[in-house]
């Protein structure tokens, strides 16, 4: 694996928007009232500037401190399928892989979306990784610093309604963006900056519900891990294995 020269006209990380676009008028639940917590930190996705022969790469994120995060899954299909990989160059312009995340297995992508306190404090920064396909199927909890660590999965989306041919569908988008992170002590809280959020599973016996997006958060303790709270309740989601 080497760096790559220069020399492509647009990022793949286009084709993982239009996955996420829609065709007609929509509705979207964006709300105005102002919601506790910090918004995502950008980090701007740049063309490929690695050569790989067993990789397709999605998309690339520089981090700004001399390292990347890469969208990217094998050439030959698996059934670990997609990934994040975090590496940076060394002197030599040879790659020097940091990080790769567990797999997204039969998700489409993998696109993270990144918060913390500093953007330049890298080595200490939550990811939200969209599965889905050309809907969103929920957002997996990484936590990144010289590794990738799994902390369970949120079921959640972001309701869309969609005007396609004179019906009106909806369709359920990536939230990332649309949700806001702080911490006080020791417990980690990502809450959602939208009217209605669409919940694949409310740990609680209930599946496919759109609820108000203020009735809703999720925290991350070392002791309970990530916890799903509606109406003020906490519903601990699944562990991961």
């Known amino acids: 694996m080497k760096r790559r020269s220069n020399n492509r006209t647009a990022p793949i990380a286009v084709i993982v928007v239009s996955l996420c676009s ?3 008028s929509t509705e979207r639940t964006i709300t105005s009232e102002p919601i506790s917590g910090a918004p995502p930190i950008v980090y ?18 520089d981090l700004g401190d001399g390292s990347f995060v890469m969208v990217a899954s094998n050439i030959d299909p698996s059934f670990e399928g997609i990934r994040l990989y975090r590496y940076r160059f ?12 567990p797999p997204a297995y039969d998700s489409w992508t993998m696109l993270p979306t990144f918060f ?12 939200l990784a969209n599965f889905g396909e050309r809907e969103s199927w929920g957002q997996k909890l990484l936590w990144m610093d010289g590794a990738f660590t799994d902390h369970g999965f949120m079921d959640v989306a972001l309701p869309e309604r969609v005007r396609e041919d004179d019906t009106l569908r909806l369709k359920r ?9 702080s911490e006080r002590n020791d417990t980690t809280f990502f809450r959602f900056a939208c009217d209605s959020v669409y919940l694949y599973d409310d740990q609680n016996g209930g599946y496919d519900r759109v609820v108000p997006a203020r ?11 990530l916890v799903l709270w509606m109406d003020g309740v906490p519903h601990a989601v699944k562990q991961p294995a």
Not at 44 to 61: C, G, K, R, S, V
Not at 215 to 225: A, D, F, L, R
Request: aromatic share 6%.
């Open 90 to 101: 060394t002197a030599d312009s040879s790659v020097s892989m940091l990080a790769i995340s």
């Open 22 to 24: 829609c065709i007609g």
């Open 173 to 181: 988008r990536n939230i990332a963006p649309l949700m806001r992170w």
């Open 44 to 61: 701007h996705a740049i063309e490929d500037n690695i050569q790989h022969d067993t990789l397709l790469i999605q998309t690339t994120f």
């Open 116 to 127: 913390g306190a500093d953007s330049m404090r890298t080595d200490a920064l939550w990811l």
């Open 215 to 225: 009735t809703i958060h999720y925290t991350v303790h070392p002791g309970s891990g």
